[in-house]
């Protein structure tokens, strides 16, 4: 049946409404970080304005955010990297050998709030005197990308089937050479799902960074400060410094968002 005039009419106004809302900070952020101070609390120059490039250039020279850069990229990427060696190998036992219990306490420490965890956490790494280190943080990040890769790739691997397993260990390879030769060719997809999701978490994470980084080794999201004063905001730069933060994820989910898509529905029919 088509849909009705009407039901069409509402189904367009509907999905202007939500692109509008989500667009909407988004471009403010963007035209912000091209104003000045005074621009950008003059309402008349919402939209006519003389755009400057002065906040990135405070962002990037003056604010030593190259350094922040390379932080928030070393943290996310070994964070990612370390936890899908231990989550696929974790998630493929829990999935082929029905370790429901081992997958219940995974997504129990999925849904523990992180900031129940910050106080326990410094008492133990300040003690072995590890805080302002990359280690910690890298630690941290992995409390919320490791449980988020075993989640995901449970879901995947019990979309695979199961036959070609047993084909592979009728010919002679063990449990270990099936699931290298055979299950993990198969799952790239759901890897590269759950890389990508770890990646941009762990990228976007502030709470733990902000608890557990130095000087030298603030993130982005916590270098994003520096534009906070006591007396004042420097609503310029702050735009400008999220813009930073936030193109480049951006970017990386435009170019792989089909992957992401295909990745998480894989595991959603089975038969």
């Known amino acids: 049946m088509r849909p009705s005039r009407s039901f069409r009419i509402f189904r367009t106004v509907a999905l202007a409404v939500v692109v509008i809302g989500l667009l909407a900070p988004l ?124 989640y995901i790739m449970m879901g995947y691997f019990d979309g695979l089937p199961t036959e070609l397993e047993e084909a592979a260990l009728v010919d002679g390879l063990t449990h270990i050479g099936a699931f290298r030769r055979i299950t993990m060719p198969l799952s790239v997809p759901g890897i590269a799902t759950a890389g990508i999701l770890s990646f941009i978490f762990s990228w976007n994470n502030f709470m733990f960074a902000l608890v557990l980084s130095g000087a030298d080794t603030k993130t982005l999201p916590v270098a994003i400060f520096d534009f906070v004063g006591y007396a004042s905001i420097d609503w310029g730069g702050l735009m400008a410094a999220a813009t930073v933060v936030t193109l480049p994820i951006m970017v990386i989910a435009l170019f792989v968002q089909k992957y992401v898509v295909s990745g998480l529905t894989a595991g959603a029919t089975k038969g």
């Open 27 to 150: 471009l403010w952020m963007i035209t912000a970080s091209l104003k000045t101070n005074v621009d950008i609390y003059d309402t008349g120059k919402a939209f006519a304005f003389s755009p400057t490039l002065d906040n990135y250039a405070n962002v990037l020279q003056r604010a030593n955010y190259v350094q922040f850069i390379g932080n928030s990229l070393w943290v996310a990427f070994a964070a990612t990297v370390l936890s899908l060696i231990l989550g696929v190998p974790a998630a493929y036992s829990m999935s082929r050998f029905n370790m429901r219990r081992s997958a219940l306490v995974v997504l129990m420490a999925r849904v523990i709030p992180g900031v129940s965890l910050l106080v326990p956490w410094y008492y133990v790494f300040s003690n072995l005197r590890m805080v302002g280190g990359f280690t910690v943080l890298i630690l941290s990040h992995m409390f919320v990308s490791l449980p988020l890769i075993v």
